[in-house]
């Protein structure tokens, strides 16, 4: 078990729950990696702009969403 884990490994209901966040969140997660592409473009064609490096890590944030949000749905819902 890990040291988080309030002693529940498998939360099938929660896991069901969030799956329509969670696809939400992909839909997110395809916009940033397009943002993030595009972002390091612009990141390699002028690298002084401050501004292009936070909507890559925006990107990156959204990218990881899918996966943040499971997690956190998941550990809403009790046993």
Same mark, same amino acid.
């Given at each position: 078990?890990?040291?988080?884990?309030?002693?529940?490994?498998?939360?099938?209901?929660?896991?069901?729950?969030?799956?329509?966040?969670?696809? +939400?969140? @992909?839909? #997110?997660? /395809? =916009?940033?990696?397009?943002?993030? &592409?595009?972002?390091?473009?612009?990141?390699? %064609?002028?690298?002084?702009?401050?501004?292009?490096?936070?909507? +890559?890590? @925006?990107? #990156?944030? /959204? =990218?990881?969403?899918?996966?943040? &949000?499971?997690?956190?749905?998941?550990?809403? %819902?009790?046993?």
């Amino acid at each position: 078990m890990s040291g988080d884990d309030d002693g529940c490994e498998c939360r099938p209901l929660g896991f069901l729950l969030g799956l329509p966040f969670a696809f +939400v969140s @992909l839909i #997110l997660s /395809l =916009i940033g990696v397009v943002i993030w &592409i595009i972002g390091l473009l612009l990141t390699c %064609i002028c690298p002084c702009c401050l501004c292009v490096t936070v909507i +890559v890590e @925006l990107a #990156l944030a /959204l =990218i990881k969403a899918p996966f943040s &949000i499971m997690k956190w749905f998941t550990k809403k %819902i009790p046993c």
